[in-house]
């Protein structure tokens, strides 16, 4: 079984503009920072990223997941939302209306005001683009929600979810389901108003496929059919995604299966440094990390 969100690592052309917004205004904080080992970038099937500098970031409250950054040149026209693959890095916040007015103005741009869910009304939640064109979405679990999800233990907690896009959310469902045996939720149509904009289609009318994959620790997976007009995402031959390029899991144990971009091998980056890890690409081109402290 695929267990909890750990770490998601995302692709910046400035890291140290990206450490000083995260900094300041999400209250996150520093625990590492290096150079790419050529072990780990081979085993995220990206050797042309060896040697680059990355940092790893943790909410105020020192719970054991982090954002990881690493640096790599700009991909030209690529834009957060409209590409299949890891799309959107969600934080839990324990206020998303006093979060808004502090991010007037900064390296965060606003693209999604703090709205409740649709029928959930104890969820409310507002998206951003970061100093790195990076898709966040910021939100609030209240009490009766009747999903089993983290709580913020600081004003800007922890990622609790990841958001994948592909053409076909029944491919997506199918993998998770082979692959790791968690079951994900029947897909329904529901409008992502976000997902919506960021692809000029009318933000009311037009409905998305949205499926949940459950994993431990409060965390999960949302699955998204992307409309038509999205592609694959552009990507350097040998090099990193640019935008969310990993997301990370924990899990009981790691075996020697074929489908790994390469063997297990100790972990040189947080947050379970020298643990066992491994690489797997997923049905929308996504790439898993695996990782197991056994």
Not at 65 to 82: D, H, I, K, Q, S
Not at 170 to 181: H, I, K, T, V
Not at 226 to 254: F, H, K, N, Q, S
Request: glycine share 10%; aromatic share 6%.
């Amino acid at each position: 079984m695929l267990g909890a969100i750990r770490a998601v690592t995302t692709t910046v052309p400035d890291l140290g503009a990206v450490e000083q917004a995260y900094t300041s205004y999400l209250d996150y904080r520093t625990i590492a920072r290096g150079a790419l080992d050529e072990a780990t970038a081979r085993s995220w099937n990206a050797p042309a990223a060896a040697g680059s500098r990355w940092i790893a970031m943790q909410p105020a409250s020192g719970e054991a997941t982090c954002l990881r950054f690493v640096e790599r040149p700009a991909t030209e026209g690529y834009r957060a939302l409209t590409t299949h693959g890891w799309n959107a890095t969600e934080l839990t916040v324990q206020d998303v209306d006093a979060l808004a007015p502090r991010l007037a103005g900064s390296p965060f741009e606003i693209i999604g005001a703090p709205a409740d869910l649709d029928g959930l009304p104890m969820i409310r939640a507002m998206q951003v683009l970061g100093p790195a064109g990076e898709c966040l979405y910021l939100t609030r679990i209240g009490a009766g929600s009747g999903f089993d999800l983290a709580r913020a233990l600081s004003p800007v907690g922890r990622v609790f979810i990841a958001v994948v896009g592909g053409p076909d959310i029944e491919a997506l469902r199918r993998f998770y389901q082979a692959r790791f045996g968690n079951p994900p939720s029947p897909a329904t149509d529901l409008r992502i108003r976000v997902l919506s904009r960021a692809n000029f289609l009318p933000v009311e009318t037009t409905r998305h496929g949205l499926a949940v994959l459950p994993l431990a620790d409060g965390t999960l997976f949302e699955l998204d059919r992307y409309p038509a007009g999205c592609t694959a995402r552009p990507c350097g031959d040998g090099d990193l995604a640019p935008g969310m390029a990993i997301v990370t899991c924990e899990v009981d144990a790691i075996g020697d299966d074929d489908d790994f971009i390469a063997p297990p091998a100790a972990s040189s980056l947080p947050p379970f440094a020298g643990a066992r890890r491994a690489t797997l690409r997923g049905a929308a081109g996504e790439l898993i990390e695996l990782v197991a402290r056994e």
